[in-house]
């Protein structure tokens, strides 16, 4: 098992920044795929970036592109993701997530950091 833990989340105006980190434990964590997802009210889930587990490859949602930045410290055990130009539509529940090489689908999920963007 591995254990996903966020924070950083929080209240921000149009316009800002935040910082999101997520703290894993009981894995390799080094070995793992890490990724970012949220959730809108009312909305399904969706992927918002991911790291490699060597950070050498990155991929960003169209709608994040050039505003997030996904980034990990294997040493720390830690993935973060940086926000600027925060927007109102980028309100939503955050979720890290950890997949294990060779599978399609992500094994370990966080329990969520909440972010809302007022405008």
């Known amino acids: 098992q591995m254990q996903l833990v966020e924070s950083g989340g929080g209240l921000v105006q149009a316009g800002g920044s935040l910082r999101l980190s997520c703290a894993a434990s009981?894995?390799?964590?080094?070995?793992?795929?890490m990724g970012w997802f949220r959730q809108a009210p009312g909305k399904e889930r969706e992927f918002v970036a991911r790291?490699?587990?060597?950070?050498?490859?990155?991929t960003y949602a169209d709608s994040v592109k050039g505003r997030f930045t996904i980034s990990r410290d294997n040493a720390k055990n830690t993935v973060y993701l940086q926000m600027y130009s925060l927007k109102p539509e980028d309100t939503g529940v955050y979720y890290c997530?950890?997949?294990?090489?060779?599978?399609?689908?992500?094994?370990?999920w966080g329990q969520g950091t909440q972010v809302t963007v007022s405008s």
């Open positions: 997530a950890a997949r294990a090489s060779g599978w399609a689908s992500y094994n370990y």
């Open positions: 009981g894995r390799t964590f080094s070995s793992y795929t």
């Open positions: 790291i490699s587990w060597r950070s050498d490859s990155t």
